[in-house]
């Protein structure tokens, strides 16, 4: 199979994505039977995201450089489940570079791959040959997993002997000037509550200037509030505000995000924390040693940083090249 008729198999899976047939949508609709955070609403966020991805503008650009094929290998794939089809790309990126697939999905995730991998094969029989699900991996020459920060000392174990992409935990953070518009504010509560703040692309920790006046930013992300009537997400906002009235935390609550003064990067479900800066480039200087920790920065703001940067409202709309952890798995793939 040549590369142009694996694009155009990825095209048309794009189209489909688009207007999806009645299967996807009773999978979209039914999702939440096996994932409560996998509600009708962000699994059908998710399925458009993909679609997007799959332009032919981007597919042109994301595989220019594609050459050819070298030696088909196994390439055991290890997927996440806290977000709809997150382990999508790691897929893509396996088929796209010629070779085989080894896929481990996440229980939590069990229906929507498959289903979205089933039309990519009706579009491309050929990519039967390139595609297998296990429940166990075995016979790989590669693997990419993904996983907590406690899994990855398990995937290091069994997979350090071969070449490899291990992720952890990861977080992503905002940086704001304080002269956002409500606009820009508002779209930056999708950043924080998409998906239920559950995806590494998810910001969890705002920068802000000293004596940030948080009611504008409070009033911009109103029109998010539906995000409490989830019973998963408001039983983390009533347990995390409990937590912090009993120890008498300061804390901000506008009754669906607790905003809290921390210098972690990764807060609880329902919990923004925030801390404050002088400068600019006393900010840098705080967030280069966390690099390996940060996802992508949600701003306005140009930084000397290495980590993605993304515009208010696009943490969770990434392109083919935004590789999780800014580890360029399509490089990866070619070098094997």
């Known amino acids: 199979m040549t590369l142009e008729q694996r694009k155009t198999a990825f095209k048309s899976l794009g189209s489909y994505l688009q207007s999806p047939d009645?299967?996807?949508?009773?999978?979209i609709k039914t999702a939440h039977l096996t994932n409560g955070w996998f509600t009708a609403e962000e699994t059908a966020k998710a399925v458009k995201g993909i679609a997007a991805m799959l332009n032919e503008q981007d597919l042109d650009l994301w595989l220019s450089h594609q050459t050819i094929d070298t030696q088909q290998k196994t390439i055991g794939l290890v997927l996440a489940g806290n977000i709809p089809l997150v382990g999508f790309h790691d897929i893509l990126t396996v088929l796209a570079s010629g070779h085989?697939?080894?896929i481990k999905s996440s229980s939590q995730d069990k229906h929507l791959i498959p289903h979205l991998i089933n039309k990519l094969v009706e579009?491309?029989?050929?990519?039967?040959?390139?595609?297998e699900f296990t429940e166990r991996l075995g016979g790989f020459d590669?693997?990419?997993a993904t996983g907590s920060n406690n899994t990855s000392r398990y995937f290091e174990y069994y997979f350090g002997k071969v070449p490899h992409i291990i992720r952890?935990?990861?977080n992503s953070i905002a940086v704001l000037t304080g002269k956002e518009t409500k606009e820009e504010l508002y779209l930056l509560g999708r950043d924080i509550l998409d998906f239920f703040g559950l995806g590494c692309r998810n910001v969890s920790k705002l920068f802000v200037p000293e004596d940030y006046n948080f009611s504008t930013f409070f009033e911009s992300i109103e029109d998010h509030k539906n995000v409490v009537n989830h019973h998963k997400y408001c039983n983390n906002y009533d347990y995390n505000k409990s937590i912090y009235l009993?120890?008498?935390?300061?804390?901000?609550?506008n009754g669906f995000l607790l905003v809290k003064q921390d210098e972690r990067l990764t807060s609880p479900l329902a919990v923004l924390f925030y801390e404050e800066y002088t400068s600019i480039s006393s900010l840098e200087e705080r967030i280069a040693p966390l690099s390996e920790q940060i996802q992508c920065i949600v701003t306005s703001e140009a930084f000397a940083l290495e980590n993605q940067q993304v515009g208010f409202g696009k943490s969770q709309q990434p392109?083919?090249?935004?590789?999780a952890d800014g580890i360029n798995t399509l490089e990866f793939l070619r070098s094997l």
Do not use: C, G, S, T
């Open 123 to 131: 579009f491309e029989p050929r990519f039967i040959h390139q595609i």
């Open 22 to 27: 009645e299967a996807l949508k009773h999978l």
């Open 246 to 253: 009993i120890n008498r935390e300061k804390h901000l609550d």
């Open 142 to 144: 590669a693997v990419i």
């Open 319 to 323: 392109k083919l090249w935004d590789y």
């Open 100 to 102: 085989k697939a080894l």
């Open 168 to 170: 952890k935990n990861r």
